[in-house]
């Protein structure tokens, strides 16, 4: 299965936005954990959060972690990251990964991750 992610758009500063990933198939078969991912022009790409299908396990890159969520709608087969507070920092293209490495956690590990969508803009702006 492939992933799509979607809810990116253009915000103020200070707003909010949803971000959604989903598979293309309508199943994460044989994925255990899904992450976040952002790449701004000039610079590297970082991992954001994960969650592991299986169990709920979820890991932050500390920077990310008192403005950003990972949760998962296992029912839809779809992985949420829910940014607040955003800033115009936060302007990047999107990604969302798919592994099936994972056991019982997830890392940020983008050798972990072997199916990548093709991400999403977000822009925060006034």
């Known amino acids: 299965a492939q992933v799509v992610e979607s809810g990116g758009g253009l915000v103020q500063p200070g707003g909010s936005l949803r971000l959604s990933c989903a598979a293309s198939?309508?199943?994460?078969?044989?994925?255990?954990?899904i992450a976040w991912f952002r790449q701004a022009p000039g610079k590297e790409r970082e991992g954001i959060a994960c969650?592991?299908?299986?169990?709920?396990?979820?890991y932050y890159s500390q920077p990310m972690k008192d403005r950003f969520a990972i949760s998962a709608d296992n029912a839809e087969n779809t992985v949420f990251l829910q940014m607040n507070s955003l800033k115009p920092e936060d302007n990047a293209v999107y990604s969302c990964?798919?592994?099936?490495?994972?056991?019982?956690?997830?890392?940020?590990?983008?050798?972990?991750?072997?199916?990548w969508g093709q991400g999403t803009q977000v822009t925060v702006s006034s």
């Open positions: 198939s309508g199943a994460y078969t044989g994925y255990s954990a």
């Open positions: 990964a798919a592994s099936s490495v994972a056991a019982r956690g997830c890392s940020l590990l983008v050798m972990a991750y072997r199916t």
């Open positions: 969650i592991n299908l299986k169990n709920g396990y979820t």
